[in-house]
């Protein structure tokens, strides 16, 4: 059931911190400037260790949110504004593919994913690491709760 995990780098960066999850398989701002276990570590799991369901997924992530270390990872979007940031240092502040709609989808936002997983999770969704659309936020808009006014919420 249990497989050990090897993790090898032979680079020439002096590494401090590791992706072990890997969630934005390189299409993050850090690219390939940063190490990436492979495969991930993903350790949630929706059976204990006897083969026996769980009443909900259960497990631990680690997001990698900047490579000098962060405890927490940064709010929705906020990976995204550092893309354009990233952008208009690059290419000046005209540039047209700094556009923030041209940039927003494009890159893995950690921050999106992570509120996106996190509201999964609540909900006991055991398919909670599907990247691609809760991270890019394309997922479309929510399902929100029609409106009430205040005295009628107890």
Partial sequence: MYQPITVRFDGPIDVSHIDIENFAEGDDIWGDGVVRLDPPLRTMVTQDVWGNPLPGPSGAIFPFAIPEGQHGFPLPGQMTDWAVQLCKETNGSGAPECNADRIEG?????????????????????????????????CGSPDYPERRELDTLH
């Fill in 106 to 138: 494009q890159v893995f936002d950690i921050g999106w994913y992570m509120f996106h997983v996190m509201g999964a999770y609540f909900k006991g969704d055991t398919t909670i690491f599907d990247r691609d659309c809760i991270a890019r936020l394309s």
